[in-house]
Every structure is written in C-alpha cells, then in structure tokens.
T-cell receptor, first 112, second 114 residues
C-alpha cells in the first residue's frame, strides 16, 4: 500500500530565510505527487504537482519541489519565506482516481 | 467563478442526531470525494463517487452515508452511528478520464458534537 511520510510536524523559520519541507513516499510505480497548502479553517490549495517529465517542478507562490526517485522523496522548497507562507503543508501521492494518500502535514511558523 | 462550495461552514450537532453536509461543484468534474481531517492525522477518505448514482466506501465509511443524484452535488450525512464525528470535513472533486488530474478542494465544514 502506498504511504506518505512528512517527518517534520512543525517547522519555524525566519522571514526571508530559505525553506525545505520533507516528504517521503512509498509506492511501487512512478507516483503522482502533490503538495497542498492549508490556512487555518480553510480547504486545501494545490501548490504544485508532479506527474512525469522534469523532476524539478515549479508551483505557485514561488514554491518548487524536486522528485528524487532514488530517495523516494518529493521535498518542497522556497528560497525566501514570507510571513504569509505560515500555514500547514500536505504532501500527497496518487495511485489512481480514488487512491490519494495524504501525509500528516507540516505546520510552518514564520517569525519576523 | 468555478469552484467547490461547502455549507455550512460551522455545524453543531447534538448526540443522536443525523446531520447533512452539503458539497456543490460547478467545475463539471465527474468524481467527488469526502475526507475527514483530524489534527495530526492528515486527510482520511470517507466516500467517493466517480459517476452519478454510484459511490464507493473509502477507508472510514462507518457511520456516514452519501448520495450522488446530480453530477454537481455530493452531500454527506453523518449519522448517529458515527461515534466520534467532531472533525473538519473536506469535499473535493476531480475530472476523470484522459490524463490524470488533480483533486480540488472546497473550503470545508467544521462539525462539532455538543
């Protein structure tokens, strides 16, 4: 069965610093990979996705992620964090239309 | 504007009552999903539907029921059989067929049992 691990429950970074959120997945074939962001009390917004092709994908709000098959990872990065990036981030892996597995999320706190 | 709407945003239920959460989409998506979100547990799939008048149980369907009479609508009923219904409920939709597409989410409904 597929699974997603986000090892960091909570991360704190200073505004302007770089950010990397970790995501590891377990899945036999090439997965569909996603990063979503959720503000408190809101739904999930898609940041970016990887289906195939270039392993470095660009998303909205200046985020990018790199798919590394050898490490089963899909880490999310941003060069310079803004206070408005404070939210919870979810990594997800999709096998089929009904089989999307979500990680448990990483809460990002941004300090001035 | 195309999107997914969920209502109400907040819902309070007394023990022993059934409540229904609304989910409507105007994206013309074939598939719709209900997830439950609890702190520290990510999202867990309750039910999904890929076509009108058909739906399938997800990982935690016990105590919940759904219907899919229209393509745009996928209401979720939380029954009195659900022992711990207090949670944040998210509805999503997705286009089926052709190349794989993303699931898009509504704003959620927070259900609290009093």
């Amino acid at each position: 069965a597929q699974s997603v691990t986000q090892p960091d429950i909570h991360i704190t970074v200073s505004e302007g610093a770089s950010l990397e959120l970790r995501c590891n997945y377990s899945y036999g074939a090439t997965p569909y990979l996603f990063w979503y962001v959720q503000s408190p009390g809101q739904g999930l917004q898609l940041l970016l996705k990887y289906f195939s092709g270039d392993t470095l994908v660009q998303g909205i709000k200046g985020f990018e992620a790199e798919f590394k098959r050898s490490q089963s990872s899909f880490n999310l990065r941003k060069p310079s964090v803004h206070w408005s990036d404070a939210a919870e981030y979810f990594c997800a892996v999709g096998e089929g239309y009904q089989k999307v597995t979500f990680g448990t999320g990483t809460k990002l706190q941004v300090i001035p | 504007d195309g999107g997914i709407t969920q209502s109400p945003k907040y819902l309070f239920r007394k023990e022993g009552q059934n409540v229904t959460l609304s989910c409507e989409q105007n994206l013309n998506h074939d598939a719709m999903y209900w997830y439950r979100q609890d702190p520290g547990q990510g999202l867990r799939l309750i039910y999904y539907s890929q076509i009108v008048n058909d739906f399938q149980k997800g990982d935690i369907a016990e105590g919940y029921s759904v219907s899919r009479e229209k393509k745009e609508s996928f209401p979720l009923t939380v029954t009195s059989a659900q022992k711990n219904p207090t949670a944040f409920y998210l509805c999503a939709s997705q286009q089926v067929g052709g190349s794989y597409d993303t699931q898009y989410f509504g704003p959620g409904t927070r259900l609290t049992v009093l």
